[in-house]
């Protein structure tokens, strides 16, 4: 069997440059330089022009003629398409993860629970978030669809994007708003259980929940 292929260094540059996105050391509609990455990350020009040409085909830089590359704002619209998308994955996925269960996804899963219980601090608002995340990621990854799940992360990817927009513009909302519940408890138990309509009922309503709470404060307007 082919093994799985390395990250190229393009594919490493391209991640960070994600990362900067998100942790807020560059900001939604400021234009970075291919000269400013290269200093940044102290390598050769030809990995971060490749990282930067598939970040625009990616929809997540824009290229601005002779005078750099500007992170895209996301939308409303985009906010919705996510969802559709994250929708069909993972409830279509849940039906598979259900019929043989795999104890060590349960176990990750669980364990993604127990992480979670704790209160949403101000300081604990990303690590909620990437909680989330990482429960759904290994949820869908149960139901053994590899191509599925590479679509998934790109799609989680984006709302994570969105996330920052959101936090970095709106912290407080951000902060007071931030969700705490136990929907994912409840929808291991009911896997657990081969319960398949609560199961996907309850996994409707957290995906759509996410939704919600990005679309009130940042994402009103669609353009």
């Known amino acids: 069997m082919e093994t799985l292929r390395k990250p190229t260094l393009k594919d490493e540059v391209y991640q960070q440059i994600i990362e900067l996105i998100c942790n807020g050391s560059i900001k ?3 234009i970075i330089t291919e000269k ?19 970040l625009c085909h990616d929809k997540v830089l824009k290229s601005i003629p002779r005078c750099g590359y500007q992170v895209i704002q996301i939308q409303a619209k985009d906010i919705q398409d996510l969802t559709e998308v994250r929708l069909y994955l993972e409830l279509g996925c849940l039906q598979r993860l259900i019929e ?14 127990r992480l979670r219980i704790k209160p949403v601090e101000q ?12 429960f759904h990621l290994c949820l869908l990854e149960g139901a053994g669809n590899a191509y599925a799940l590479d ?12 996330y920052a927009q959101l936090y970095y513009s709106h912290r407080e909302s951000v902060i007071s708003n931030s969700p705490h519940t136990h929907a994912h408890e409840r929808i291991v138990t009911a896997v657990e259980a081969h ?3 609560d199961a996907v009922a309850l996994l409707r309503e957290d995906i759509l929940r996410m939704q919600t709470h990005l679309l009130p404060f940042g994402f009103n307007e669609i353009h």
């Open 36 to 54: 400013q990455l290269i200093n940044h990350f102290g390598i050769s020009k030809s990995p971060v022009r490749e990282a930067l040409i598939q």
């Open 100 to 113: 043989s269960p795999s104890e060590v996804h349960l176990a990750q899963l669980r364990e993604l629970n």
């Open 195 to 197: 319960r398949t309509d």
């Open 28 to 30: 939604t509609g400021e």
């Open 123 to 134: 300081k604990d608002v990303w690590s909620a978030w990437n909680n989330n995340v990482q």
């Open 151 to 162: 679509v998934l992360e790109k799609t989680l990817s984006t709302c994570t994007r969105a």
